[in-house]
């Protein structure tokens, strides 16, 4: 993940209200969630994002694996297959564009497993009121520990960020909170072939990819680099924006001439769900050139 939890700057009610199908799910934490941020015109789109549904996802497993490292990936994706989300996934030797890419690490903790995953938007990010935003999960980079006793409840919990559920929730049943002995016991019930599901990420899946959660007034030119950046890529035809978002940092960025990464970084995440006036829009040095 980039860079957890301050209070939600939407009303889970309010949501479940909107959409009454969220009931559904027992248990969820989806109010856990760290959103994606779009910046733009003076306010803070706070948003779900998640792959969309009737395609398998393209899996690609490094080629230095071994064949129980594997063997537990493929288990967790079976079980994530199964735990009714919609979901599928195709396994492929090399990603040719999006998809999940999955890497082992020799010397990383297990709890140090990471995943970056970036999620694409449509139309510059401009929302109209009362609209989702067109987003989707475009791609995602996982890197698991070797020797990982909980290796396959690991990759259960790295597999549910690049679903699109990022955050931990602090309480609950989801294999997303940050708990070792859920991880273990996980690990064993699925390795053994046990039922696996997850009402937090199933409630992500019950909604449109898009959701709004809020929007959020910034003070008057905040959000001016990106808008001139986002204009920029418009006329040039540059590929993005693909958004990263973590617990307290992320970034926006576009693929420019000859695919080299324009972005912005985007700080006090964290902060700026409680005030968005702490959010830092900060351009990268391609940014900058561009921009001047």
């Given at each position: 993940m980039l860079g957890g939890c301050a209070a939600p700057a939407w009303d889970a009610e309010q949501l479940a209200a909107?959409?009454?199908?969220?009931?559904?799910?027992?248990?969820?934490?989806?109010?856990?969630?760290?959103?994606?941020?779009?910046?733009?015109?003076?306010?803070l789109t706070l948003f779900l994002c998640r792959w969309r549904l009737g395609e398998p996802i393209p899996v690609s497993i490094a080629a230095d694996a071994t064949a129980e490292e594997r063997r537990a990936v493929h288990l967790a994706l079976a079980a994530w297959e199964g735990a009714g989300l919609g979901v599928s996934f195709a396994r492929v030797e090399r990603l040719a564009g999006?998809?999940?890419?999955?890497?082992?690490v020799s010397g990383m903790l297990s709890w140090a497993a990471s995943t970056v995953a970036e999620c694409a938007v449509g139309g510059d990010g401009d929302v109209p009121p009362g609209r989702a935003v067109d987003a989707r999960m475009r791609a995602a980079s996982i890197q698991l520990g070797r020797n990982d006793p909980r290796l396959v409840g690991s990759a259960l919990h790295e597999l549910g960020h690049a679903l699109g559920f990022q955050g931990h929730p602090r309480r609950g049943d989801s294999i997303m909170r940050r708990d070792p002995k859920r991880l273990l016991e996980t690990s064993v019930?699925?390795?053994?072939?046990?039922?696996?599901s997850d009402a937090t990420l199933s409630a992500l899946y019950a909604l449109?990819?898009?959701?709004?959660?809020?929007?959020?007034p910034l003070p008057a030119g905040r959000t001016a680099a990106l808008d001139r950046l986002a204009a920029i890529a418009r006329r040039k035809g540059w590929r993005g924006p693909w958004l990263q978002v973590g617990d307290t940092a992320g970034r926006i960025g576009w693929r420019g001439a000859g695919g080299a990464w324009v972005a912005l970084r985007l700080t006090g995440l964290r902060a700026a769900l409680e005030d968005p006036r702490k959010l830092a829009i900060e351009p990268d040095a391609n940014a900058v050139r561009w921009l001047d």
């Open positions: 909107r959409h009454p199908e969220l009931r559904r799910h027992s248990g969820q934490r989806l109010a856990a969630v760290r959103p994606y941020y779009w910046p733009g015109r003076d306010a999006a998809g999940i890419e999955i890497e082992f019930r699925v390795g053994k072939g046990g039922a696996f449109p990819s898009g959701t709004v959660l809020a929007r959020l």
